[in-house]
């Protein structure tokens, strides 16, 4: 009677290996998560933002260009926080600084480059009806803005894209569409 004691004891005490693998399974899944899914998600929001925000400075960009004058998009530009404020509402897109430039480029060999960036500024020899011309002008906004990743992981050592934003300066230019000149000042619109 013994001995069948003792080997039912010792069938009883065995343990399955179902399952033994669970515990590491749960840590794996965390690890995987952490150093794999959070920064794919950080990397591939990123892009998006970039993007949305590039197509909104486009978009301000072509709005400013079909102003009457230089001075009303200037002054547009600087009283109309519209920009900022649209490029905020994206999330995780912080604009630093909105700078308005106009470009005025020959187009006829040797190529030359004039960056106004005041209005009523312009020289004479850049006006559409000098000799020098025919001229190119492009209306182009700069913006300096931080995209911050989806989530802000706290690393000591900080890494862009993962612990702190990443800067960039998004460059947008649109054809200045009036070249007329005003009739009661004689002047072009472009340097008003």
């Known amino acids: 009677m013994r001995r069948r004691n003792k080997r039912s004891?010792?069938?009883?005490?065995q343990r399955s290996t179902r399952g033994q693998q669970i515990v590491e399974f749960a840590a794996a899944?965390?690890?995987l998560v952490l150093l794999f899914f959070v920064p794919l998600l950080d990397l591939g929001i990123m892009p998006v933002r970039y993007f949305m925000a590039q197509e909104l400075i486009n978009q301000y960009?072509?709005?400013?260009?079909?102003?009457e004058s230089l001075t009303q998009?200037?002054?547009e530009m600087e009283a109309d926080p519209s920009l900022q404020t649209k490029l905020i509402r994206l999330g995780g897109?912080?604009?630093q600084d909105l700078e308005l430039h106009l470009i005025i480029s020959t187009i006829r060999p040797p190529i030359e480059r004039k960056d106004i960036v005041k209005p009523k500024t312009i020289p004479k020899e850049w006006f559409p009806d000098s000799k020098r011309g025919p001229y190119e002008y492009e209306l182009e906004v700069v913006a300096d803005i931080e995209i911050s990743p989806a989530i802000i992981m706290d690393?000591?050592?900080k890494v862009m894209g993962l612990s702190k934003p990443v800067p960039f300066e998004l460059r947008s230019d649109s054809p200045w569409e009036n070249m007329g000149k005003n009739p009661i000042t004689k002047m072009f619109y472009l340097n008003e």
């Open 93 to 95: 897109v912080d604009p």
């Open 61 to 67: 960009a072509r709005k400013l260009s079909h102003c």
């Open 9 to 13: 004891t010792l069938i009883r005490s």
């Open 29 to 31: 899944l965390v690890m």
């Open 155 to 157: 690393l000591k050592p």
């Open 73 to 75: 998009a200037y002054s």
